[in-house]
Nanobody
């Protein structure tokens, strides 16, 4: 069973940068699953794909609307997957989730494992 736990600051001001961490337990992120992804969700909407990174770090994909502002990376020594978000806007307010899948897909329902999510609020 793969365990994922998201963490990071919950409140930031517009235009600031925020980094979230997904700590992975019980498996090695470089070998166990092929893709590690971030999604976000606002009330009343489906989870939206942010981006994904491969187990070996050689592949990354982002939602077109977020490309250039959001970056996904890995810290293999800490077994974590990171999401850096720049120039944050109030519309980035959401619950952010990390997830794991055996293959690349932007479709949330095809991910096998999920964290519980962490709230990010962007407000003056």
């Amino acid at each position: 069973q793969v365990q994922l736990v998201e963490s990071g600051p919950g409140l930031v001001k517009p235009s600031q940068t925020l980094s979230l961490t997904c700590t992975v337990s019980t498996v090695d992120i470089t070998t166990a699953f092929h893709y590690w992804a971030w999604f976000r969700q606002v009330p009343g909407e489906e989870r939206a794909f942010i981006g994904a990174i491969s187990g070996n770090g050689g592949f990354t994909r982002y939602a077109d609307s977020l490309k250039g502002r959001f970056t996904i990376s890995r810290d293999n020594a800490k077994n974590t997957v990171l999401l850096q978000m720049n120039d944050l806007k109030p519309e980035d307010t959401a619950v952010y989730y990390c997830a794991a899948s055996l293959y690349y897909t932007p479709v949330s329902t095809r991910y096998d494992y999920w964290g519980r999510g962490t709230q990010v609020t962007v407000s003056p």
